[in-house]
């Protein structure tokens, strides 16, 4: 019962805002009703009885409200010029008195202030029009009531509009959370792919170059087949170790429990390049590595991104020009990190112009999402190049910070 109850003014509002005109219909009615059981009652001394033209004129005045909604103040004005010419004809004022306040209301609550304040103005002076016998109480009725249903349609009016604003603002703050889920998902989805393309490229490119390998000297050398396998067998460990690694944080991230600290390695980094660097030697290609400036430590992210690039960058080089030799240069700045990819191409490169694949695009996007920048395309003197640069927390000069340290 009582939430039966409970439903109805959200069944009102829903009405209001579906059905306006029926809703000023059933509202012009009630007014008429309400005049109707006025004139009903004797009237005062002097006043004319009701007859058949005032039920008509009353009705009239209750048909003008369907439309206060569309045109308030074009019906304020009509109706206080039928209202005033209802009262000359010596009809009791106070019959039709709600269906003007009615409309003044509508006028506060719909237009602005100055307009309200004229609807006021000739709306009292009707008021006081219509009491010309008691004067004083004329004007003190007119002015009292019409400031009093104007001051309240205002503040409606002005309720209502803060509340469209508002109604507006939340669908706009629901628009752009769903917005920013999709992007998340979205986000998420390329992360994911991205570092899986990464961990899966790299490891069956190695994979693919020794298990080739060990088939083609299967039976000629031993010794060398036993040796590509051995290598497979071990990225194919590693590989494994890094998916279960992304899989491992990937359910911690949907299920915010289990072993933070578990036992899956840490997302690798440049700690790991001579690995990575050994694990492209095994499969055949001549890599030889520089570093320049002071190695220091990186923060996690851009230590995992250069780790990607390099590795992304090696992996092409396997999958492209395999005979070729390739240099991986390391430039520690003070404030940024360049780390450079070249090969010279080989005797045997293949081809790498054209669109780029899902390669190029994670570098560029794990890049972009630290502050970095990559470029990457054929080089002047053959073969093909990938630059990066990251930028990374500057080095501090210990003396220069602290002066008086050669002191104690």
């Known amino acids: 019962m009582v939430a039966h109850a409970a439903r109805w003014p959200g069944r009102l509002r829903r009405l209001v805002a579906h ?105 009292a002076t009707v008021w006081v029009y219509a009491g010309h016998e008691s004067l004083l109480v004329a004007v003190v009725q007119g002015v009292a009531w019409t400031a009093t249903i104007a001051w309240i349609g205002h503040g409606a009016g002005q309720l209502a509009a803060s509340n469209k604003r508002l109604a507006r603002v939340a669908r706009q703050l629901e628009y752009e ?51 590509a396998l051995g290598t497979v067998l071990e990225t194919s460990g590693e590989a494994l170790d890094e998916l279960r690694r992304l899989l491992h944080l990937l359910r911690l991230n949907a299920e915010g429990t289990g072993d933070e600290n578990g036992s899956y390695a840490p997302a690798p980094g440049l700690d790991q390049l001579d690995e990575l660097v050994q694990r492209v030697r095994a499969a055949g290609v001549r890599v030889e590595v520089t570093t320049g400036g002071v190695a220091r430590q990186l923060p996690p992210g851009t230590d995992l991104c250069a780790y990607r690039v390099i590795q992304e960058g090696l992996t092409n080089v396997l999958k492209h020009a395999p005979t070729a030799a390739a240099t991986v240069a390391l430039l520690y700045g003070r404030d940024r990190l360049t780390a450079r990819v070249r090969d010279d191409g080989g005797p045997e490169a293949g081809p790498r112009g054209g669109t780029e694949g899902h390669g190029l695009v994670g570098m560029r996007e794990r890049a972009h999402l630290y502050g970095g920048t990559l470029t990457a395309g054929p080089h002047p003197e053959g073969g093909f190049e990938v630059v990066l640069t990251l930028p990374i927390p500057a080095m501090v000069d210990d003396e220069r910070a602290d002066p008086g340290r050669e002191l104690t």
Do not use: F
């Open 177 to 227: 959370q769903e917005q920013r889920a999709r992007r998340a998902v979205v986000e998420e989805r390329v992360r994911i792919a991205r570092e899986l393309h990464d961990v899966v490229a790299h490891h069956m490119s190695v994979i693919s170059v020794q298990a080739g390998l060990a088939r083609y000297v299967l039976a000629s050398d031993p010794q060398t087949a036993r040796a």
């Open 19 to 123: 059905r306006p005109l029926l809703v000023d219909g059933l509202l012009a009615g009630a007014t008429v009703v309400v005049g109707l059981a006025l004139a009903s009652q004797q009237p005062p001394a002097g006043i004319r009885p009701m007859d058949l033209p005032g039920y008509a004129l009353t009705c009239l005045l209750g048909a003008l409200l369907v439309a206060r909604q569309r045109a308030p103040m074009a019906v304020l004005v009509v109706y206080c010029a039928v209202w005033a010419g209802y009262i000359d004809l010596g009809y009791w004022p106070v019959v039709n008195s709600p269906g003007m306040l009615l409309a003044l209301y509508t006028v506060a609550a719909k237009r602005r202030v100055r307009t309200a304040l004229t609807a006021a103005l000739i709306a």
